[in-house]
């Protein structure tokens, strides 16, 4: 994997992150080719999951691969995916490469069960827990125009954001 194909990636507050996904109708060599980019992305970034619209792109489409981000061996691919089962309650800590410099506990569910499709256009079917149903989760809602940060409370958002402007007025000069 090569640096030249690795994408740039969207941060917060970028006007695409709220926007809602919409669905791939046809898993072509486009599609493909994205893919390599995205998991090339993510494993650069030393990401564990990166949705499309993470880089620019509206559609329906996560890569997570919780092996990482040291180790590159269970990449998951999921196009159109939706949660169709959650149960119980986790809380833990998260980032994101999108939320620059920030992360915070999230309360989600412990379980989700999830169908998609594969790169081959087949229905695929995962039950997760532990690190995959947060991951899931948070890839998903990326594709519903939700960030991690939406998630948490007014308060701790609003210091997110302060900081964030310092940061930003910081790396202008």
């Known amino acids: 994997m090569s640096k030249e194909n690795t994408l740039k990636i969207l941060t917060y507050p970028h006007p695409i992150l709220k926007k809602k996904s919409i669905p791939i109708a046809q ?81 989600r569910a412990a379980k989700v069960k999830v169908v998609a499709q594969n790169l081959e256009a087949d229905r695929i079917e995962i039950e997760a827990d532990d690190l995959l149903a947060i991951c899931l989760q948070h890839e998903i809602d990326h594709l519903e125009g939700i960030l991690f940060i939406d998630r948490i409370s007014r308060l701790k958002r609003n210091l997110y954001e302060r900081r964030l402007k310092k940061w930003l007025k910081q790396s202008k000069k």
């Open 27 to 107: 898993i072509d060599e486009n599609i493909k080719s994205l893919v390599k980019q995205m998991a090339t992305t993510m494993y650069e970034n030393k990401g564990i999951g990166l949705a499309a619209p993470q880089i620019g792109q509206n559609i329906r489409l996560i890569t997570v691969d919780i092996s990482g981000p040291e180790k590159r061996e269970n990449l998951l691919t999921l196009i159109n995916p939706q949660i169709i089962e959650k149960s119980g309650e986790t809380e833990s800590e998260e980032g994101c490469l999108s939320v620059i410099g920030y992360r915070a506990k999230v309360k």
